[in-house]
C-alpha cells in the first residue's frame, strides 16, 4: 500500500487542492484527517452504518479531496453509507449519486421488512436527494449499459463472499474513468469477527493492477478499508481478476447469464472463456441437480454429525439467520429436524421456522459425547459460547465456510 504523505501538512480541515491529482499517492494528507468538519456534519450515531468512524471519514475525504462528478455505490443495505456519499457531495457542483443493491430489503432486519437504504430517506431528508438515484432488486450487470455514466469515484461492499465483489468490479470497469477511484470496504472481515469466507474484497484487491492506499494503521491493525486508482495498468492486467474466479466459489449468483452478457461487450473471448470454465466448474461444486450450495453445505453439515452422535445428544446453539437457513435448507432436502435450538434471547424469539427456542444450560457438566453445534456467524462470539460449553464437557463444532471443523474433543 502507498502511504506518501506531506509530512508539513497538519491541518485537519486542509483547503481544496488547486488542482485534481493524477495520482492517489500524492495527496498531502490522510484522507480520513482531510475536512473532518465536513464530516461531522451528520450525526452519524443515528443510523445504522456497517463501517467505523474512521472508514466513514477515510471515504469522506476521499471524495472532499478528489470532487467526483459521478459517484457509484454498490451494496446499499440501510443507507448508512450512503448518507456519508451523500453529505460527502452536498456542496461539490453537478456531483451525482447512483446507488445499486441487488436486495429490496435490507438483509440485516429479518424480523421486519426494511427497505434498502431507508436511513438516506427517512434520518436525513434534507440531504441532496435531488442528486441520489437508488435502484434496488437488479444486479449491477441488469443496469450500467442502460445508465450510461461514466464514473469517477466508486464503493463497492456487497456480498464479501467470492467471487461477487470481483464480479461487480468486472461488470463496472468499463464505465470508469481513467483516474477514477475505486474503494472497497470489508477486506479484512474474514480476520475481524466475520465468517471464514468473507475474503471477497481481499480477494479482488490482491488482484486487481492499480495504486492502492489505505487509511493509516494504528496500533498494528489491519485495515479494512482500501482504495486504489483505475489506470492503464488496471485495464492491462484484468486478467488477473478473471483468474481469480477459478478460485472456488463461496457463493453462486443467478445473475451469471446477465454478467456474462455485460462482460461479452468489453473483454475478450479468452477472458469470457475463464469466465464460462469458472461458473461451470462452482455451479457443479455448489450445486446437484436442483440443490442450492446452502442446501448442499446443509447436507455435508447434517452428515457429519449424524455419523458421530446421536440425537438426543445434539444441541444446536444460536437462532439467528444462519440457522434459520440452515433450518430451510433441511426442509429443502426433506430432512426431518428434531433437536434442541439453545439461544440467550430465547424468550424474546419463541420459535424459529416452527421449532422452540429455549434457554441455554450453562451450569450443568456432561459426561459421554454430547455435542453443541454453534450456528452463529461471529468469531469473537463463537469463541466465548466454545468456551463455556467446552468447559461443561461438550464437543463444541463451529460451521466455518462449507466445512464443519471439530474444536474441541474428539
Not at 472481515?189 to 465468517?195: I, N, P, W
Given at each position: ?126 440531504l441532496p436527494d435531488n442528486r441520489w438515484q437508488l435502484i434496488t432488486g437488479k444486479d449491477p450487470s441488469e443496469v450500467m449499459e442502460s445508465l450510461a455514466i461514466r464514473y469517477d469515484f466508486a464503493i463497492i461492499d456487497t456480498a464479501h463472499l467470492h467471487p461477487i465483489e470481483s464480479l461487480n468490479f468486472l461488470c463496472l470497469l468499463p464505465y ?9 470496504h470489508d477486506v479484512a472481515l474474514h480476520l475481524k469477527g466475520g465468517t471464514f469466507r468473507s475474503y471477497a474484497t481481499r480477494v479482488l484487491i490482491s488482484a486487481v493492477a492499480g495504486q492502492k492506499l489505505t487509511h493509516a494503521v494504528i496500533d498494528g491493525d489491519i485495515p479494512n478499508i482500501v482504495s486504489f486508482q483505475i489506470n492503464s495498468d ?177
Amino acid at each position: 500500500m502507498h502511504n506518501n504523505y506531506d509530512t508539513e501538512v497538519t491541518k485537519q480541515d486542509a483547503p481544496y487542492p488547486t488542482r485534481r491529482y493524477d495520482m492517489l499517492s500524492e495527496l498531502p494528507i490522510k484522507p480520513e484527517e482531510y475536512e473532518v468538519s465536513h464530516y461531522e456534519k451528520v450525526d452519524y450515531s443515528l443510523l445504522h452504518s456497517e463501517m467505523d468512524i474512521i472508514e466513514l471519514r477515510f471515504i469522506n475525504g476521499l471524495i472532499r479531496y478528489f470532487k467526483p462528478q459521478n459517484v457509484i455505490e454498490i451494496g446499499v443495505s440501510r443507507g448508512g453509507g450512503t448518507v456519508n456519499l451523500l453529505n460527502a457531495i452536498s456542496d461539490i457542483p453537478n456531483s451525482k449519486l447512483i446507488s445499486i443493491d441487488r436486495a429490496e430489503n435490507s438483509f440485516r432486519d429479518k424480523d421486519t421488512i426494511v427497505p434498502i437504504g431507508i436511513d438516506a430517506v427517512t434520518v436525513f431528508p434534507d440531504l441532496p436527494d435531488n442528486r441520489w438515484q437508488l435502484i434496488t432488486g437488479k444486479d449491477p450487470s441488469e443496469v450500467m449499459e442502460s445508465l450510461a455514466i461514466r464514473y469517477d469515484f466508486a464503493i463497492i461492499d456487497t456480498a464479501h463472499l467470492h467471487p461477487i465483489e470481483s464480479l461487480n468490479f468486472l461488470c463496472l470497469l468499463p464505465y470508469l474513468e481513467d483516474g477514477a477511484i475505486v474503494v472497497l470496504h470489508d477486506v479484512a472481515l474474514h480476520l475481524k469477527g466475520g465468517t471464514f469466507r468473507s475474503y471477497a474484497t481481499r480477494v479482488l484487491i490482491s488482484a486487481v493492477a492499480g495504486q492502492k492506499l489505505t487509511h493509516a494503521v494504528i496500533d498494528g491493525d489491519i485495515p479494512n478499508i482500501v482504495s486504489f486508482q483505475i489506470n492503464s495498468d488496471t485495464r492491462k492486467y484484468i486478467d488477473n481478476v478473471f483468474d481469480s474466479l477459478l478460485l472456488p466459489w463461496g457463493m453462486y449468483t443467478r445473475d451469471v447469464g446477465t454478467i456474462r452478457e455485460l462482460l461479452k461487450k468489453h473483454y475478450t473471448s479468452s477472458q469470457i472463456q475463464k469466465y464460462d470454465v469458472a461458473v461451470s466448474l462452482n455451479r457443479t461444486w455448489t450445486a446437484s441437480g436442483n440443490t442450492t450450495y446452502k442446501e448442499e453445505q446443509a447436507r455435508r453439515m447434517w452428515s457429519v454429525i449424524m455419523q458421530r452422535h446421536r440425537k438426543n445428544e445434539v444441541i444446536f446453539y444460536g437462532a439467528g439467520t444462519n440457522m434459520r437457513s440452515f433450518l430451510s435448507a433441511l426442509n429443502e432436502l426433506s430432512i426431518s429436524f428434531d433437536f434442541t435450538i439453545w439461544d440467550r434471547d430465547a424468550q424474546r424469539i419463541g420459535d424459529i421456522n416452527g421449532h422452540d427456542v429455549c434457554n441455554p444450560d450453562f451450569e450443568t457438566k456432561v459426561t459421554g459425547d454430547y455435542c453443541v453445534v454453534v450456528t452463529l456467524l461471529k468469531n469473537d462470539i463463537i469463541r466465548i459460547i466454545k468456551s463455556q460449553f467446552e468447559s461443561l464437557g461438550y464437543t463444541v463444532f463451529c460451521e466455518i465456510g462449507e466445512f464443519l471443523i471439530s474444536h474441541g474433543h474428539d
